[in-house]
């Protein structure tokens, strides 16, 4: 089966999902292709200039596939383009909720009329989600298939020993507003620990500090299900995070993780500061998070369903 993957990048959220999937595929005996396009850094025009060049790519290849999988809505033109017997849109997250958190007004008006359009261009939605497929359904009227990103617990596996410090906590993540890194920030020396801030480092050098801190802490306004909060529960470091859809679906307040109103400074000082105190519930949640993660989040439970999700599109 020949399936041409397209994303902005394979590295990072839902571009790294891609890459992990198509590694997996071509494993298991599939023909994978990704489409490379010039990366152009210019502020708040990389998603438009990327959907340009990758249609233009599009309309101009020969090839001809069984399935094109688009991940995000910029890469869904270059799908709409691409010579396929069957066509696949992965989003996730709320597409048009993302851009009103990080856009003006117009904006995300333009994109809430035209999102329904181009997510009708796809013969298979899938999402990573049950409140993302719940979501679309409810606003739109669309069917979502979601189906979880596994984790590589083999790579993960392979990080060094790290001897734990206490007094340190860590942010794992982008440097952005919907992220809420701003809301640690703001808090930072009211933490009884020093704060690490890991925006912009290799993946081992950032699973490395996580694993030598006391806590991690997820401060997102808008977010779907972080990779950082599985990887968290695999390397048994407890999660304090946001109550916002997605970040709840995998985080049961207390049991396998600290839940906490988002943007509610006070709250976020004080779950932070009790669990750095409290090694008998850390260990109970983080113990929880692992045997959870185990059973939902790996390549050995999840890839089946992947597999069978691409034979099943052209039988």
Not at 277 to 286: G, L, Q
Request: hydrophobic share 40%; aromatic share 8%; glycine share 6%.
């Amino acid at each position: 089966m020949k399936i041409l993957f397209i994303a902005p990048k394979y590295s990072g959220g839902i571009g790294g999902h891609a890459k992990r999937v198509a590694d997996k595929l071509r494993a298991d005996g599939f023909e994978i292709e990704l489409m490379q396009v010039p990366h152009i850094p210019i502020k708040k025009l990389k998603n438009p200039s990327f959907a340009i060049i990758s249609t233009f790519k599009a309309l101009c290849g020969t090839k001809k596939y069984d399935v094109v999988h688009a991940f995000n809505i910029p890469s869904a033109f270059a799908m709409k383009s691409t010579k396929a017997k069957k066509r696949v849109l992965s989003v996730h997250g709320v597409y048009s909720e993302q851009i009103d958190a990080l856009h003006s007004g117009i904006t995300s008006s333009k994109v809430k009329n035209k999102e329904g359009k181009i997510l009708g261009w796809a013969d298979k939605l899938l999402t990573n989600s049950k409140n993302v497929k719940k979501t679309y359904k409810e606003k739109l009227g669309l069917d979502f298939e979601y189906m979880y990103g596994p984790i590589d617990i083999e790579k993960l596996g392979k990080i060094g020993k790290t001897v734990q410090k206490k007094k340190q906590v860590v942010y794992v993540g982008r440097d952005s507003h919907e992220k809420g890194i701003d809301v640690i920030k703001k808090i930072e020396t009211r933490i009884n620990a020093k704060v690490v801030y890991c925006t912009d480092m290799k993946w081992e050098q950032a699973m490395n500090i996580l694993k030598s801190s006391k806590i991690v802490l997820v401060p997102s306004r808008i977010d779907n299900v972080p990779n950082i909060i599985k990887e968290a529960f695999f390397l048994k470091v407890p999660v304090v995070a946001s109550d916002i859809l997605g970040i709840n679906e995998v985080i049961s307040n207390g049991e396998n993780g600290v839940l906490v109103e988002s943007e509610n400074s006070e709250k976020f000082i004080e779950a932070i500061n009790e669990l750095l105190e409290d090694d008998v519930r850390a260990k109970k949640i983080t113990d929880n998070a692992y045997d959870f993660v185990l059973k939902k989040f790996t390549w050995d439970t999840l890839f089946p369903k992947y597999r069978q999700f691409y034979l099943d599109l052209v039988e």
